[in-house]
């Protein structure tokens, strides 16, 4: 579970969410010494000064499936469409969610005023967040579900993908 994005927090709160030693010591948490394909690093720094502040909403939680989209791009009427849908625009190196019931993910987009994925079947619960590039996305706090498509939407005029062309990593977490 994150630790929180505000108020004090202690190094044993630390030490619960990230591991660690005893005595504990802040200098054991710098990025590079903490474990590998976790979901949210924040600020850590890999060096330097570090700080409590710099764990606020960090987690170590293992990402359930994570793929690599390669941004495509679509036009309809003035809008354009940034990400992957199959067979339109895009591609992802990894369409099954196997932790998922096996579902089939078949689009990850931005469309300059909403981030959306579609999973044909999904349910709205047996998920907790969606990460495109470094943006989290969590299911309660979809502005639209659509039950009949799987389609999840987010409101955000922000570019997950930080860019409109090359390659970026997309997370699910169960």
Excluded: C
């Amino acid at each position: 579970m994150a630790l929180q994005s505000s108020g004090a927090i202690s190094l044993s709160q630390i030490q619960s969410e990230w591991g660690g030693s005893n005595p504990i010591s802040l200098s054991e948490y710098y990025r590079n010494s903490l474990p590998s394909g976790r979901t949210n690093y924040g600020s850590i720094p890999t060096s330097g000064a570090i700080s409590m502040s710099n764990f606020y909403g960090t987690n170590a939680a293992s990402a359930n499936w994570t793929a690599t989209v390669t941004i495509g791009a679509f036009t309809a009427g003035k809008i354009s469409v940034f990400g992957y849908n199959a067979g339109t625009y895009g591609s992802i190196s990894d369409t099954t969610i196997n932790t998922f019931g096996n579902r089939t993910i078949t689009a990850v987009f931005w469309n300059g005023t909403s981030a959306g994925i579609v999973i044909p079947g999904a349910p709205n619960s047996g998920w907790t967040r969606f990460i495109i590039h470094s943006t989290s996305f969590y299911r309660t706090q979809a502005t639209n579900f659509n039950s009949s498509t799987g389609q999840f939407l987010w409101t955000t005029t922000t570019n997950p993908f930080a860019a409109i062309s090359g390659t970026r990593t997309v997370q699910m977490i169960i």
